[in-house]
C-alpha cells in the first residue's frame, strides 16, 4: 500500500488539484506555504482513493470518513486532521460551485474536534527580560531591540515584520501600514517606546548595516538583505536563552503577549481585533480565555482562601 501511496497522480486528478488551488490563489489571495499544505492534503487524499480503487469527484461521505479515520489510525495529530478536513470541504465546495459535482459530500461530515490549545503568552515581566536581552552597543543588538520592541508593541506577524518596506513606516506619525493575510492592508500605532527604537536602528544601524546598498526592507541583515523569518526565529531564541526564560517560545510569542496584555489591561476585543488584522472576531476570543485563564493564576496565588 506504501508503494502506491507514492504512484504519480493521474494527469486528470492533479488538473483538478491546480484548478482549485488558482481559483483560492485569485480570490483570497493565500500564501504559498498555505497553498503548497492545500496541495500536500488534496494529493495524499487522491493517492489514498487510488488505494481504493476511487477518484476524487467519485468520493462519497463513507469513503471521505473512511480517509479521516485512516488517518487518525496512522498517527496523525487531531490538528492536522481538522486542518486537512477545511481544505477537503473547500475543495469539494469549489467543484459544486464549478458545476463538476451535484452535491458536497463533506457537507454531512461533522468537522473533526481540535482541542485548540491556548496561544503561549509571555508574563510582562518576561516581556521586559526579553526586550533588554540584546546588546544595544552595535548595530546588530540595536536592529534586534528594535524588532522586538516593534513586535511586542504591533502584534504584527513575523512573516509582515520581515516584509515590511520604508515606505510603510510613518515615523512621525507614529504608524506603518502593512499588509496582512488576504492580501489585507492596515495601519498599526506604534506607540513612543518602539519608535524610539526605531528612530535610533534607522539612523544609526541600518546604514551600517547597508554600507551603501540599497535595500527598501525595514530590517536588515548584515550582508545587507532582508531579514528572513527563520533568521529571526533563531534570533528570539537565543535572546530569550539570554533573557533567562525557560518556557516554550514560538515566532508568535510576542504577537499573542501583546494581545492578552492589552486585554488584562482592559482593552475592547474588537480594538485588539482591528490591530492584530483578524477577519474574524472568534478568532481573536481565543486571547480572551488566555487572560481568563492568567486571573484565575493570580487569584489562586494571592487570594487568601485561592
Not at 493521474?10 to 506555504?33: H, K, Y
Not at 487524499?45 to 496512522?74: I, K, S, V
Amino acid at each position: 500500500m506504501s508503494h502506491t501511496h507514492n504512484r504519480e497522480l493521474p494527469a486528470g486528478e492533479q488538473a483538478r488539484i491546480e484548478a482549485f488551488l488558482d481559483a483560492l490563489w485569485m480570490e483570497r489571495g493565500l500564501s504559498a506555504n498555505t497553498l503548497a499544505a492545500y496541495r500536500r492534503d488534496l494529493e495524499g487524499l487522491a493517492r489514498w482513493l487510488m488505494t481504493q480503487d476511487c477518484e476524487l469527484l467519485q468520493a462519497g461521505r463513507d469513503r471521505l470518513q473512511d480517509f479521516l479515520a485512516w488517518r487518525h489510525q496512522a498517527g496523525s495529530q487531531p490538528r492536522s486532521i481538522a486542518r486537512q478536513f477545511s481544505c477537503l470541504r473547500r475543495f469539494y465546495r469549489f467543484c459544486v460551485r464549478e458545476g463538476r459535482l451535484q452535491e458536497d459530500p463533506t457537507a454531512r461530515i461533522d468537522a473533526p474536534k481540535t482541542g485548540r490549545p491556548l496561544p503561549e503568552a509571555l508574563t510582562e515581566g518576561d516581556v521586559e527580560a526579553l526586550l533588554a536581552a540584546p546588546q544595544t552597543g552595535d548595530a546588530l543588538g540595536l536592529r534586534d531591540r528594535a524588532m522586538l520592541e516593534l513586535l511586542y508593541a504591533t502584534g504584527l506577524r513575523v512573516s509582515e515584520m520581515v516584509n515590511l518596506k520604508l515606505v510603510e513606516v510613518n515615523t512621525r506619525q507614529g504608524v506603518l501600514r502593512t499588509q496582512g493575510k488576504g492580501g489585507k492592508a492596515r495601519l498599526v500605532p506604534l506607540g513612543e517606546e518602539a519608535l524610539d527604537w526605531l528612530a535610533r536602528y534607522l539612523n544609526e544601524a541600518r546604514p551600517v548595516l547597508l554600507k551603501g546598498q540599497p535595500c527598501e526592507a525595514v530590517f536588515v541583515t548584515r550582508r545587507g538583505g532582508p531579514l528572513t523569518r527563520q533568521a529571526f526565529w533563531h534570533l528570539i531564541k537565543r535572546h530569550a536563552q539570554q533573557a533567562g526564560i525557560t518556557r516554550h517560545l514560538s515566532p508568535h510569542t510576542l504577537r499573542h503577549s501583546f494581545a492578552t496584555h492589552l486585554l488584562n489591561h482592559g482593552a475592547d476585543l474588537r480594538v485588539v481585533q482591528m490591530l492584530l488584522g483578524h477577519s474574524d472576531l472568534s478568532t481573536t476570543q481565543i486571547y480572551t480565555h488566555v487572560a481568563n485563564e492568567r486571573l484565575k493564576e493570580l487569584h489562586a496565588a494571592h487570594h487568601p482562601r485561592g
